[in-house]
């Protein structure tokens, strides 16, 4: 499947600084912000710096320093919002059926209370 990506997305404009964000943490490429309808007292968005759709489309073409340097970046968003103890969820939504509502990929790292089942059941 070819993915196509739209540089006129939200996080593409906030990676290219036209659209102000609260950095978290940042490195070669990734780049970690807050979320601004947070869900829970910690949610922070983690983004490649890449033009990457989803997870399968990132996982499909990214480099290998690419995927090492979102995947730590994940792992430093943890430790700075001083979620790992007690735990968090990542989540990353993608096209119709994950809802997702910006198509440039990204984790949602949300802690800072108890979260509940992963999904409501189906009855
Ligand atoms: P999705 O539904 O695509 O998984 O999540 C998109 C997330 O991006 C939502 O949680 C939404 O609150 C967040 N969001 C949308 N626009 C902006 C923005 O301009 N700045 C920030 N920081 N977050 C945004």
Redesign the pocket.
Known sequence: MGFEYDDQN?FAK?LRGE?P??TVFENDHALA?????P?APS?V?VIPKGPYVSLDHFTQEASEGELAGFLRAVGEVCRLEGVSEDGFRA???AGVH?????PHL?V?IIGGRPLGRMLARET
């Open positions: 939200i906030i659209i964000n609260d912000f807050r979320d601004i309808t869900q949610h968005l989540i990353s939504n994950g809802v997702q509502e910006v990204h949602h």
